[in-house]
T-cell receptor, first 109, second 115 residues
Framework: GQNIDQPTEMTATEGAIVQINCTYQTSGFNGLFWYQQHAGEAPTFLSYNVLDGLEEKGRFSSFLSRSKGYSYLLLKELQMKDSASYLCAVMDSNYQLIWGAGTKLIIKP | GAVVSQHPSWVICKSGTSVKIECRSLDFQATTMFWYRQFPKQSLMLMATSNEGSKATYEQGVEKDKFLINHASLTLSTLTVTSAHPEDSSFYIC???????????FGPGTRLTVT
C-alpha cells in the first residue's frame, strides 16, 4: 500500500529552528510537496522536490532523498505565525497526490 | 500568480436541499482540478479528480450521484452536493493543477453546514 508518515505534533520556540520529517512508500514517485495549513484555512503551497538535495526558499528549506524515501522541511527563525499544520504529499506514478496526515507545529514564545 | 477562488466561503442549508460550490483558477488555466473534504482535525480526503471536458473520477466510497462535478472550462469546476444531510457538513476545498507543472494550488475552502 501507499503510506506517508510524519509526526503528529511538534513544539518549538520562537526564533529557533525546527525540522519536520516525512517518510514515504508509494507506487512510483513524481515529486514531493510540502504545504502549510493554518487552522480553518486551505493549504498553501510551500515547496516541490523531485530531485535529491536541498531546496532553499527564504526561511523554509526542503530536502529530499529518493533512495531513502525521506524528506524534511526545515523552518528557520521561527515566528509565531508559523504555528500551523505542515502537510507532506507525494505524487505517485499516476500523478495523484498521496497525503500525509500533517504535522501540527506549535510555536511557543 | 496561481490564485484559486471558491464561492461561497460558507453556506448553511437545510437537510434535503442541494448546494453548488464553484472553484475558479483566476490567473491560470487548469485542465485538472481536485475536490477535497476535510473534517475537523483530520487530514485532507480526496473526493474526486475533475478533468476539463470529461467526466470526473471519483475516489472509492464517494457517491458520484450525490456529489456532482462539472468542469466545463479550463478555469471553472463546480461541485454540487445533492440532497444534503447533516453528515455532509464539512470543509470542502478545491485545488487546481497548473498546466506547465505538477503544483496544485488550493482555493480558500467552503464550509458547509447542513441543518
Amino acid at each position: 500500500g501507499q503510506n506517508i508518515d510524519q509526526p503528529t505534533e511538534m513544539t518549538a520556540t520562537e526564533g529557533a529552528i525546527v525540522q519536520i520529517n516525512c517518510t514515504y512508500q508509494t507506487s512510483g514517485f513524481n515529486g514531493l510537496f510540502w504545504y502549510q495549513q493554518h487552522a480553518g484555512e486551505a493549504p498553501t503551497f510551500l515547496s516541490y522536490n523531485v530531485l535529491d538535495g536541498l531546496e532553499e526558499k527564504g526561511r523554509f528549506s526542503s530536502f529530499l532523498s529518493r533512495s531513502k524515501g525521506y524528506s524534511y522541511l526545515l523552518l528557520k527563525e521561527l515566528q509565531m505565525k508559523d504555528s500551523a499544520s505542515y502537510l507532506c504529499a507525494v505524487m505517485d506514478s499516476n500523478y495523484q497526490l498521496i497525503w500525509g496526515a500533517g504535522t501540527k507545529l506549535i510555536i511557543k514564545p | 500568480g496561481a490564485v484559486v477562488s471558491q464561492h461561497p466561503s460558507w453556506v448553511i442549508c437545510k437537510s434535503g436541499t442541494s448546494v453548488k460550490i464553484e472553484c475558479r483558477s483566476l490567473d491560470f488555466q487548469a485542465t485538472t482540478m481536485f475536490w477535497y473534504r476535510q473534517f475537523p482535525k483530520q487530514s485532507l480526503m480526496l473526493m474526486a479528480t475533475s478533468n476539463e471536458g470529461s467526466k470526473a473520477t471519483y475516489e472509492q466510497g464517494v457517491e458520484k450521484d450525490k456529489f456532482l462535478i462539472n468542469h466545463a472550462s479550463l478555469t471553472l469546476s463546480t461541485l454540487t452536493v445533492t440532497s444534503a444531510h447533516p453528515e455532509d457538513s464539512s470543509f470542502y476545498i478545491c485545488s487546481a493543477r497548473v498546466l506547465s507543472g505538477y503544483e496544485q494550488y488550493f482555493g480558500p475552502g467552503t464550509r458547509l453546514t447542513v441543518t
